[in-house]
């Protein structure tokens, strides 16, 4: 008897570990191109991104699915910055390269080079072969294409896309963006589910610039998101991050996350709190056609600005993890930063996570593992 029923508690074991899967999120902030930016990637005739990612680059390629809000339209020279934006092509190859996955395309500037500037992004992104969503070219190709669905490890995300404006510029017809309005993300929604969604995600821009905290209308849109059944709820384009929380069910489960912001991921902005950001790792999980949300988790990074080596009056961007360039008890940090970016790091961090410890709701951090070899900046 004992044989039999060591034998059925095998199967169902056996069983359970072929049905279960588990997928990992990342998702980043504002992903942009300010005349700094682009003026210090010219180097040598063309431009090069290389410092930028390279101490992410290792976290973003190792989440199944990596999400970047691309907020700049790749609307070819003249290449310039705020308020306007037109990036040059290799950038957007970068974040490609850094391991991104999806790159979101409503936001506030996405009409900045009017419907020339949103074609040619479109066209360059489907020549990345990355996917991309919250602008089309026409009705028709909104229709075929959207919700935005990825699929990996047998489970099903549905991505949605929307913007509060695009800074008073139309995109003229056929051309369009995603705008929040709630009769139609109701559709959408809707339509996720009819394809077969097994987890929705709503990428909001929306808020308020440079508030740490989020306003009256994104907490209406969000309750309203999670009534509509969305699970993930990620918001950019404050610039500054903002809190998160989780909602769980009565027996102590996650049902959704909600972001407010994760703030910029890389920016030319110096204003105080600009100059990081938080990449949010969400872990879902499938297991007997029942998805879960496993766990949500923030690590800061920070934007850093260094001389370029053996380039003149030239700087190196790149993406820092703050817990890879922070002075520990037990360990020396890992990325050594000048004494002025260590203290405009500190002076983020300290902001950052005094916000997040008073409003976060079970979205703790984590650290960023250390990739191998790093170098001194």
């Not at 431009?47 to 699915?65: G, L, M, N, P, T």
């Not at 930063?337 to 916000?355: G, H, P, V």
Request: charged fraction near 20%.
């Amino acid at each position: 008897m004992k044989h039999c029923l060591a034998l059925i508690i095998g199967l169902f074991a056996g069983l359970s570990s072929v049905a279960a899967q588990e997928v990992t999120l990342l998702f980043a902030g504002d992903a942009m191109q300010h005349q700094s930016q682009i003026d210090n990637a010219f180097r040598g005739g063309k431009y090069d991104y290389a410092s930028y990612f390279q101490y992410v680059s290792a976290e973003v390629a190792a989440a199944d699915v990596a999400v970047v809000n691309l907020e700049v339209t790749l609307g070819g020279k003249p290449y310039k910055g705020y308020p306007q934006f037109s990036a040059p092509d290799e950038y957007a190859l970068a974040l490609k390269d850094a391991g991104f996955d999806v790159f979101l395309n409503a936001n506030n500037h996405i009409v900045d080079r009017a419907n020339s500037g949103i074609l040619r992004t479109l066209t360059v992104l489907d020549s990345m072969h990355v996917a991309h969503t919250g602008a089309f070219r026409n009705r028709e190709e909104w229709e075929q294409t959207y919700p935005l669905i990825v699929e990996t490890e047998g489970i099903k995300l549905a991505m949605l896309n929307y913007t509060y404006g695009t800074n008073g510029n139309v995109a003229r017809e056929p051309v369009f963006v995603n705008y929040i309005d709630t009769l139609q993300i109701r559709q959408d929604v809707q339509k996720a589910r009819n394809q077969g969604a097994d987890v929705i995600v709503a990428n909001m821009h929306w808020g308020t610039e440079y508030k740490l905290l989020p306003n009256r209308a994104q907490e209406a849109v969000a309750d309203f998101l999670v009534a509509e059944g969305v699970e993930l709820i990620i918001g950019g384009h404050p610039h500054v991050v903002q809190p998160s929380k989780a909602i769980v069910d009565s027996a102590g489960n996650i049902t959704n996350i909600v972001v407010y912001s994760l703030g910029n991921f890389v920016s030319g902005m110096t204003a105080a709190n600009t100059y990081g950001g938080q990449m949010l790792k969400i872990v879902l999980k499938k297991a007997w056609n029942t998805t879960s949300i496993q766990s949500a988790e923030y690590a800061l990074i920070y934007r850093h600005k260094a001389p370029a080596r053996n380039r003149n009056n030239k700087i190196d961007f790149a993406v820092v993890p703050v817990s890879l360039a922070e002075k520990t008890d037990s360990m020396p940090p890992a990325i050594h930063l000048d004494a002025e970016s260590e203290r405009k790091m500190l002076l983020f961090s300290k902001t950052a996570r005094a916000i997040f410890d008073e409003h976060n709701v079970q979205i703790p951090e984590y650290k960023i593992p250390n990739p191998v070899e790093i170098n001194a900046l």
